[in-house]
């Protein structure tokens, strides 16, 4: 009876320290699954700061063997360094030995620096064989009437878990880097001018008569920019007419872009003209805007 309930004893101890292993094993993992960084192109002669916004996301994952309580609650706040080339709090790019001043924002209004004490937080529930992802969106703030050089500045930030906690079990949190890049001067330039476009229409025409003309536009690397005309219908002698661009907006390459005005005079018109043939002609403007 003795050796029996020995051994009894000794299986129920073997048992018992596989459960605190087990238990002791990470069970959650937090990684930055996507942190893209922010580029844009700076206009010095801007009279408002160039803000641009983009997102990061988390991702927790919980493995259907980890230990512990069927659900954990899960804690971090994840941090931002001031980049590579800080000068006391205030960040910058690096353009050789030349820099210009940026900030990244919690908020659009860039009031809110995300460093320091400024984190972003979570604290959610994780079961077992399951992953939560929380997406986050902070702002690139580069301040107006900086006069830096020509160049593409750049840096590189650290994104890190500040504090990292789950209620029961172990865990593991990764850190990660984004990238930043601001060019400057940004311009636009109508490369090719647009040309006339003429209607050959004959009045009460059965067929609608179509006319185009094509211009390029070219600006600098990632600098966003704005087409339009100062109207897009008149009447040239007594004939209506209405006129479309291929395109609205666009992002400037550094090399020429290609756009097309398309004009249109509807069928059926009778028009004003008093003799065999006239002519007349409207004078449109195009404007880009970045």
């Excluded at 000068?87 to 919690?106: L, P």
């Excluded at 504090?163 to 029961?168: E, I, K, L, R, Y």
């Amino acid at each position: 009876m003795i050796i029996k309930r020995l051994k009894r004893i000794i299986w129920i101890g073997a048992l018992t320290i596989f459960a605190i292993i087990n238990n002791a094993h990470a069970s959650v993992t937090c990684n930055f699954s996507s942190n893209p960084g922010f580029s844009t192109a700076y206009v010095p002669t801007d009279l408002v700061a160039n803000i641009r916004s983009t997102t990061f996301a988390v991702t927790c994952t919980r493995t259907a063997s980890s230990g512990g309580a069927t659900s954990v609650t899960v804690s971090y706040s994840v941090a931002a360094s001031n980049g590579l080339h800080v000068t006391g709090t205030q960040n910058r790019g690096a353009s050789g030995t030349h820099y210009i001043n940026y900030s990244v924002s919690t908020d659009p209004a860039c009031s809110t620096p995300w460093k320091g004490t400024t984190y972003f937080t979570a604290s959610f529930p994780l079961a077992k064989s399951s992953a939560v992802t929380n997406t986050y969106t902070y702002y690139g703030c580069i301040p107006a009437l900086q006069a830096p050089s020509a160049g593409t500045y750049t840096d590189t930030v650290t994104t890190s878990f500040a504090v990292g906690t789950v209620s029961s079990g172990g865990s593991s949190f990764s850190s990660r880097t984004f990238p930043v890049s601001i060019v400057t001067p940004s311009s636009c330039s109508l490369t090719t001018l647009p040309g006339n476009i003429t209607f050959n229409y004959t009045s009460f025409s059965g067929a609608a008569v179509l006319g185009s003309t094509t211009f390029g536009v070219t600006c600098t690397n990632i600098l966003p920019y704005t087409i339009s005309l100062d109207a897009f219908s008149g009447t040239i002698v007594g004939v209506n007419y209405s006129l479309a661009l291929s395109g609205s907006s666009g992002t400037g390459t550094g090399t020429a872009q290609t756009y097309t005005i398309n004009g249109t005079v509807a069928s059926g018109q009778a028009g004003t003209c008093s003799t065999a043939t006239c002519s007349g002609s409207n004078v449109r403007t195009l404007t880009i805007v970045y």
